[in-house]
């Protein structure tokens, strides 16, 4: 079946560190979103990407780093510089047009600082 | 922010009763979505209505657009404990800049058996 694989499921960081949530999507959607969900609240975005090589800033970008070298690969970095990093990320595709249909997610990474 | 709200924050019925749930937008769309989110687990789209509609159905789901108040409602019909989870409702504004969905904070729908 066709869907969105976010990997792991949960993630430990320590103070300082990089690290790298993985989203990967075999529906052969041109558009990818990277969104974080804070407790008790709404969804903000951080990037996105129409094709690939090519990517924009959403709303609350700091300290977040992307690269879309495939269509199906949209790989999310937490660096040092986000300053509160603790979050659920969801990754989302959608199809060509915007207008028509909605998003897909997957099952989100559950990020904590330690 | 272009962020909406949704409104009521926290809603407890017993089963079999209807749902109601309302979202804010704040300028133009291009079309409103709902999702729905069990605990800890992605979003799940559950209908999407442009713009130029007024009323959409899927199934035991009702959706409703007053362009004109900026505003929608989800209604669920005939609940269920199954239907117990958090719904969003998400707009994607008309025009240039930038792309990706404006979600609201969301509506935690308790269903009592």
């Known amino acids: 079946d066709g869907g969105i694989t976010q990997s792991p499921k949960y993630l430990f960081r320590k103070e300082g560190q990089n690290v790298t949530l993985s989203c990967e999507q075999n529906?052969?959607?041109?558009?990818m979103y990277w969104y974080r969900q804070d407790p008790g609240q709404g969804l903000r975005l951080i990037y996105y990407?129409?094709?690939?090589?090519?990517?924009q800033k959403g709303d609350i970008a700091e300290g977040y780093s992307v690269s879309r070298e495939k269509k199906e690969s949209f790989p999310l970095t937490v660096t040092s510089a986000q300053k509160n990093p603790t979050a659920f990320y969801l990754c989302?595709?959608?199809?060509?047009?915007?207008?028509?249909?909605?998003?897909?997610f997957g099952s989100g990474t559950r990020l904590t600082v330690v | 922010s272009q962020q909406g709200e949704e409104d009521p924050q926290a809603l407890s019925i017993q089963e079999g009763e209807n749902a109601t749930m309302n979202c804010s937008y704040k300028?133009?769309?291009?079309?409103l979505q709902w999702y729905r989110q069990n605990s800890g687990r992605g979003l799940v789209h559950l209908i999407l209505?442009?713009?130029?509609?007024r009323e959409k159905h899927s199934g035991r789901l009702r959706v409703t657009l007053d362009t004109s108040k900026k505003s929608s409602s989800l209604l669920i019909t005939a609940s269920r404990a199954a239907d117990t989870a958090s719904y969003f409702c998400?707009?994607?504004?008309?025009?240039?800049?930038?792309?990706?969905?404006?979600f609201g904070k969301g509506t935690h729908l308790i269903i009592q058996p």
């Open positions: 998400a707009a994607l504004y008309s025009g240039g800049g930038a792309d990706g969905l404006t």
């Open positions: 209505i442009r713009s130029n509609e």
């Open positions: 989302a595709s959608r199809a060509r047009d915007r207008g028509g249909y909605g998003y897909t």
């Open positions: 990407s129409q094709i690939v090589n090519d990517f």
């Open positions: 529906l052969n959607h041109d558009a």
């Open positions: 300028t133009s769309i291009n079309n």
